[in-house]
């Protein structure tokens, strides 16, 4: 059959009415319907995808909307206001329709009044944020690069510290959320226990034994006297202690230290001159010379200021203490690499000195996720191991 043929009777076929109807109308019928499915679902896509709709819901009007609104994302000396969808829903129709069906679980939600008041969506937040995040770490923060893009941005319009974070994290193509949590809504409060710490009680010392070296992996509370009623103070995180006597539950414990002559000396450092804290007495417990017994005082030639060797000798719960050092030490190394490198190549513990860390590590500790027990262990690993007890230094 020639080409003249086949044209011929394929178009006798579309004109030629079947048993019911041409295939041509269908054809065209089909192709209008298409047009009208498409219109109809565009207009409803677009519909959800505006703010009005977003805080139609009150549980959004009366929560997460107002802390918007205290925001840059809202008021700012450009104009430009981001909405809802700008920072929750991809522009690329692809990841738009993806996101929309993650979202559709959001209805069995105001089903069931999941957050439809403020009491409940307050004990929701934390779980709320850390899906968000999740997900904007997952696709390496897609919404944010709506309408930021390290490709357009003006390095010699930036001031030198935005140029100072900003820089390393565009040559590492870093997301947005991993450093700018909480930037348009309020940061959750941190419930439960710390995973930092929940993973060290699993190596906790079972029992203590007198005459044996101890480290605290957790705040543990000080008091005078066996009896444990009246408090002393509170141990910090990384403190090494002497256990001196074991009753029961309780151990006594002997801590060599040092303080400043100053005010109250209720502050205890672990070193002459260093600003690592091991320990904050009571006023009392301070004060106290049966408790405290403090050495000949030296003058820091840095500061001008007077330091006493202390022993201080306090009773405790024998929970919250490791046998090695090791441990809490590559514990806090895990999280110190893995909270402090998303925005830029973390500085070695020896780059800086004791004093010089905590000044250091409070400007940056704000764009983690370290709960303040974290913190705490962190800070005493980078001061432990600074330039002041590096070799190489």
């Not at 439809?116 to 997952?138: I, N, P, Q, S, V």
């Not at 930021?148 to 565009?170: I, N, R, T």
């Not at 906790?204 to 006297?225: C, H, I, K, W």
Request: with cysteine.
């Amino acid at each position: 059959m020639s080409a003249k043929q086949t044209l011929v009777l394929f178009w006798d076929t579309l004109r030629s009415p079947p048993t019911t109807i041409s295939l041509g109308v269908l054809a065209f019928g089909g192709f209008v319907t298409g047009i009208i499915f498409w219109g109809g679902f565009n207009t409803a896509l677009e519909v959800t995808n505006t703010e009005k709709f977003c805080i139609s819901c009150h549980e959004m009007s009366d929560n997460v909307y107002q802390e918007l609104q205290e925001t840059v994302h809202w008021e700012n000396r450009t104009g430009v206001r981001a909405t809802c969808p700008d920072c929750h829903v991809p522009h690329e129709w692809t990841n738009k329709i993806a996101r929309k069906m993650q979202a559709s679980k959001e209805v069995w939600g105001k089903i069931f009044g999941t957050i439809d008041t403020r009491e409940k969506f307050l004990a929701k937040r934390e779980e709320l944020a850390r899906h968000e995040w999740a997900r904007l770490e997952a696709n390496n923060s897609l919404e944010c690069r709506n309408c930021h893009d390290y490709d357009s941005m003006d390095w010699d319009a930036m001031s030198d510290e935005a140029v100072f974070y900003m820089q390393p994290a565009a040559e590492l193509n870093t997301g947005c959320i991993d450093c700018h949590k909480g930037i348009a809504h309020h940061l959750p409060e941190p419930s439960g226990d710390s995973p930092v710490i929940a993973e060290l009680s699993g190596k906790a010392a079972r029992s203590l034994s007198a005459g044996e070296d101890y480290y605290a992996y957790q705040p543990v509370a000080l008091f005078s006297g066996e009896d444990m009623t009246t408090a002393a103070g509170n141990l910090s995180l990384g403190a090494r202690v002497q256990v001196l006597e074991t009753s029961g539950d309780t151990v006594k414990l002997s801590l060599e230290a040092w303080r400043k002559n100053k005010g109250y000396g209720r502050v205890l450092y672990d070193q002459f001159g260093m600003n690592t804290r091991v320990a904050v007495l009571e006023k009392d417990a301070a004060g106290d010379d049966t408790l405290v017994n403090a050495g000949a005082a030296q003058t820091d030639d840095n500061t001008g200021l007077d330091w006493s060797p202390v022993n201080v000798t306090l009773w405790a719960n024998a929970e919250g203490f490791v046998a090695d050092a090791g441990v809490l030490w590559d514990t806090a190394a895990e999280s110190y690499a893995s909270g402090c490198s998303g925005c830029h190549a973390q500085p070695d513990p020896d780059h800086f000195t004791t004093n010089a860390w905590p000044a250091l590590f409070s400007g940056m500790v704000g764009f983690t996720n370290m709960d303040p027990s974290e913190q705490e262990l962190v800070l005493a690993y980078l001061q432990n191991h600074s330039s002041d007890h590096s070799a190489s230094h």
